[in-house]
């Protein structure tokens, strides 16, 4: 397989650009938090009691306490007034660093198994090589890009939910039916036999007992009181809920196929989004096969 190394390259790059905003947003946090700590120290080294005690506050009482009040306790009220500032830029950086968290998950995620990817290659199966640029559509806009994109997406999902469907229901609704017409006949020597044992018991001169529950599987009860046709007609009446799956393994493998394009499609649109300077995310679960692989 032929793999974009530039592509790569940049993908990289757009990832330790990730991870720096977010681990310098918490050495701010980190360090802001040493600030205050270092200043709540030095204010408990004075020598009363009582301004030590208030100092030990947690910073939404000290930002409670008026000037006048520190003061008259010998406590440096700068210095709180510098601790509160402090610990809302912690509030601030922290909101700050969510915020990267939540933009750069899927991302990041996906760059986790992009790098498993290329790592776990088996020896000279992938061929890093230089492409040429996806090529533009004439007049091409951020916004009808945007637009493709989505609609693409909406696609995607709606082949990824199909092909889910597919997989978590193994059997098609004709085996289904097959099941529950063995089903049926199971119920049907259940019932016979039940009531070849009444007729018996009748015959000796035991009270009729043909319907009488004596088991949680009314089956053979049902069909008894129905008849096999009856009773087969009214459960096929929902059989629309079981999928269709017909040709299932043929099905599955043209979704496959389509899933395949889609996603090339998609990645060509977001190609061209980072072209004109719109970089977009990748999916969580984008392909890395699909993403950095040379179409030929």
């Excluded at 050495?27 to 009363?48: C, F, S, Y």
């Excluded at 947690?58 to 003061?71: H, P, S, V, Y």
């Excluded at 017909?246 to 060509?268: I, M, P, T, Y």
Aim: hydrophobic share 40%; net charge negative.
């Amino acid at each position: 397989m032929k793999i974009d190394k530039n592509k790569l390259a940049a993908l990289q790059i757009r990832e330790n650009s990730h991870a720096t905003q977010i681990n310098g947003t918490r050495r701010a946090i980190n360090e802001a938090r040493g600030h205050i700590a270092d200043m709540r120290r030095d204010a408990q080294m004075l020598n009363t009691f009582e301004a030590r005690m208030f100092v030990e506050k947690t910073i939404d009482e000290l930002e409670g306490a008026t000037d006048a009040e520190m003061q008259a306790i010998g406590v440096d009220y700068r210095v709180v007034r510098r601790m509160v500032a402090l610990n809302q830029q912690v509030a601030q950086l922290r909101i700050e660093e969510a915020r990267l968290q939540k933009e750069a998950q899927p991302f990041l995620a996906f760059m986790r198994e992009a790098d498993r990817f290329v790592n776990n290659a088996p020896a000279g199966t992938l061929q890093f090589v230089e492409c040429e640029p996806v090529p533009m559509p004439p007049n091409a806009s951020g916004d009808a890009l945007h637009a493709k994109l989505r609609d693409v997406r909406v696609d995607l999902a709606s082949l990824a939910t199909a092909r889910k469907t597919l997989i978590d229901h193994p059997r098609s609704r004709a085996d289904c039916v097959a099941l529950m017409d063995r089903k049926i006949a199971e119920w049907q020597e259940a019932a016979d036999r039940k009531n070849r044992a009444n007729w018996l018991e009748v015959a000796q001169g035991e009270r009729p007992r043909f319907l009488a529950l004596e088991t949680w599987d009314y089956g053979p009860l049902a069909l008894t009181l129905l008849g096999a046709d009856t009773l087969r007609a009214s459960l096929l009446r929902t059989v629309d809920a079981a999928p269709e799956g017909a040709n299932r393994e043929a099905r599955l493998k043209q979704l496959g196929v389509e899933l395949d394009k889609v996603e090339r499609e998609e990645e060509r649109l977001i190609c061209q989004l980072e072209q004109l300077g719109q970089p977009v995310l990748r999916r969580r679960d984008a392909r890395p096969e699909i993403v950095l692989s040379v179409e030929e």
